[in-house]
């Protein structure tokens, strides 16, 4: 199934689309990848999920990949005798590990690690930012704080500290169990949350041995301080803006999404822009204007893929939130101005062999009509160092590895295929002829363009480009 677009759309599932008819519906609609949400269900709502996702790709014959998002750590507050308190703008307010319940002065936090970052000046969001603490006071237990801005406030609210790296690791032990079970059901990619250093990549890598492809969620202004290294040590990124928004001012927020999206770029690896993007969608079938160009900027910018969260795994209109999501793009991707964009900001290519053959295919696509740049590619590298180029024609990624061709379904322009394995220049350009013809690129007569590596299936030899007629 050809779809006539470059960016692509991930879909998160849950009790609105977990029948098989829903999740098929979805992917016919337009989703590329399906999220599967740890921080909610059972492994067995998941199992169940994952195995109709695998049926609809058997039915249709695209790779399709699956993300598993992982919870990640959430700090909350203990809770309130009487369940909930006011809090006044201008008051004190102390936070300790005292785990009696709480009232109107004070609280108890069951995370000590909070309170070893603390320190005067650093600033305390509960409850999604509605309330906001300065730290006035602290020590190894406790911490006094001004309430800058009050109100409502009850059991277990969420706590984020802004202004420090906390002593955590963005693995949890329900993170551990819930990795090891993804990687074992046969998760494409892997979401780690709550990252905040480049250490915190380090040890999801080495838990997943390669298994799944592993992705960094930036949702703490920490790790945007060493966004270069956590960028290298990822395979692809996640710009989660909510909670971004929630540690950061908002208007801050859009600058650093282009910024995340450039660094990405860069490197060649795919980055998802997530969160909020069709959320009036949940209770009602159209967008609001200012979605709609909030997702339209996404694609402007050159992401690699929008996502759906509650839009599609809870809302009242899953489907019509792919279908927007799929117009949207189409309708950028058709204005002549989107070509400069992405054009404009073109990086420049490492002295590498890959990258040299990678810059050459954009530049003959440019010059030629080719109906579609083909790559061969055993471990998706040299997918992926063609996607950093985006070229105008669309990329058709042949991988003897099924579980590479699902992964290079999150990456713009690529059209992923699984074919068998191929030992010589003459089977990579038939092979790559009947894709072209078979999924729809080309005609007979058309020119295609082809990259592939030699020796064949050793990853990373990107070293040929020859162009042949479908």
Known sequence: MKRNRKAKIVATLGPASSTPDAIRALFNAGADVFRFNFSHGAHEDHQRRYDIVREVERET??????????????????????????????????LDGDPSPGDASRVGIPHPEVFAALKPGVQLLLDDGKIRLLVEACGAGAADTRIVAGGALSDRKGVSVVGAVLPLSALTEKDRIDLAFALEMGADWVALSFVQRPEDMVEVRQLAEGRAAVMAKLEKPSAIDCLEDIVRLSDGLMVARGDLGVEMRPEQVPVIQRRILRECRKAGKPVIVATQMLESMITAPTPTRAEASDVATAVYDGADAVMLSAESAAGQFPVEAVEMMDAIIREVEKDPYSRLVLDAAHPEPAPTMPDAICCALRRVVALLDIAAAVTYTTSGSTSLRAARERPAAPILSMSPNPEVARRMALVWGVHSVSIGKVDSLDEVVESARKAARDEGFAAPGNIIAITAGTPFNVPGTTDLLKLAVA
């Open 61 to 94: 014959g695209r790779p399709i990949a699956v993300l598993a998002d992982l919870q990640g750590p959430k700090l909350r507050l203990g809770t309130f005798a009487e369940g909930k308190v006011a809090l006044p703008t201008g008051g004190a307010f102390r």
